[in-house]
């Protein structure tokens, strides 16, 4: 064994390698922490989830029925929709809206919708109709084009895709600032809204529809009364539509050539030290072969200002080849280096070396996995 340390050969292979692998992690630190990522600039909006609101003489019922979800695009963050929505609203309201003459397109705002210019809003009744119980109602069809603000692909391929449609009352641009239209609230119709058969989107299976109630509190007053004037505030109801990736599909189609690549590259290590040449190619061979499946998948995303965990995996994996190259490397150095009557003792302790790595490495590469999973 004594003729086996670590001679000054073995360091000028080791230390720079060594002092390259402490500025990959010391990278990995500034990414992970965001340390030389510019500052976004805040929001001075906000939004406060508040609990479901009992109806009451001042609240209005809005529902929805979304028939149609369709020409989602990642790139753009919007989505296009059909399908049905409707408001109930009782006679102290309906004398708000009559004393200022205000109809349900002026007071309701659809916050999400885009492109004026090709968005159908087509109401079931030239005047709301009165029911039995003394409330008014009045539906509309509508078909238009959408965006979605919060598109999250951090945990890409195991995301979740929320679609909303979201209502606001009220569009200050038609009834103005100093209406106080905020002293009213929409409350959603839980039982009657829902999800028609043609909302489901290309690779991804539906798995919820959510109904939530905030309160939009803008981050000004328009230019409205003193310095002092507190945010305009408002109501809001949104209909979500969630979906997800298949995990088999995801499981088969990405990390089922991952982990094979990795698999054909931890078995090298089987290979005997005296297979050096072979061995010294494999991990080149496996790096291409990464960049190129990543590549694929990067494909189907948009530009992020941010690295998924599917990238996080394939990071580990790149770690983890360059560890086996710079074994495979000085080993060869070593048994090169070695007089022939050595070589078999340096192949022995080379292939020792290479059994312990075998355990080391898989067990490393499903640890650092489950703590990207956590810390994404």
């Not at 079931?124 to 029911?131: A, H, N, T, W």
Request: with cysteine; charged share 20%.
């Amino acid at each position: 064994m004594e003729r086996f340390k670590f001679d000054k050969r073995d360091y000028e292979i080791l230390w720079p390698i060594g002092i390259f692998l402490v500025l990959i992690l010391l990278l990995g630190l500034i990414v992970h922490f965001d340390l030389l990522e510019p500052k976004e600039l805040p929001s001075k909006d906000h939004l406060l989830s508040i609990s479901k609101p009992e109806l009451s003489d001042t609240s209005i019922q809005i529902g929805a029925y979304i028939e149609n979800i369709y020409l989602f695009s990642p790139n753009t963050k919007t989505f296009d929709a059909d399908g049905w929505f409707w408001v109930n609203w009782p006679q102290k309201a309906q004398e708000y809206f009559k004393a200022r003459k205000l109809t349900p397109d002026q007071w309701l705002h659809i916050v999400n919708q885009v492109n004026e210019w090709d968005f159908k809003l087509e109401q079931f009744y030239d005047e709301p109709i009165k029911l039995k119980d003394g409330h008014y109602y009045q539906g509309f069809k509508f078909s238009g084009h959408f965006y979605v603000n919060d598109l999250q692909f951090r945990k890409f391929p195991f995301q979740t895709l929320r679609l909303p449609l979201i209502f606001e009352l009220a569009d200050f641009s038609r009834i103005g600032l100093t209406n106080s239209i905020h002293n009213l609230y929409l409350v959603p119709d839980e039982p009657s809204s829902g999800l028609g058969t043609y909302i489901d989107i290309r690779g991804y299976k539906t798995i919820a529809f959510n109904i939530f109630t905030n309160t939009h509190e803008y981050g000004s007053n328009f230019g409205l009364g003193n310095l002092d004037a507190k945010p305009v505030r408002t109501n809001q109801v949104v209909f979500e539509t969630s979906y997800k990736q298949s995990v088999n599909g995801a499981l088969l189609m990405l990390f089922l050539p991952l982990a094979i690549v990795m698999t054909l590259v931890l078995f090298t290590l089987m290979l005997s030290a005296s297979l050096w040449d072979i061995r010294l190619g494999v991990p080149p061979t496996a790096l291409l072969t990464l960049i190129f499946l990543q590549q694929i998948h990067m494909d189907k995303l948009p530009e992020l200002p941010y690295i998924t965990f599917l990238d996080m995996i394939y990071n580990i994996c790149y770690g983890i080849i360059l560890i086996l190259f710079v074994l495979f490397l000085w080993g060869s150095n070593r048994l090169n280096r070695a007089s022939e009557a050595d070589k078999p003792f340096v192949i022995e302790h080379i292939d020792a070396i290479d059994s312990r790595f075998q355990i080391i490495l898989p067990i490393s590469l499903l640890a650092m996995s489950a703590a990207a999973w956590l810390v994404i």
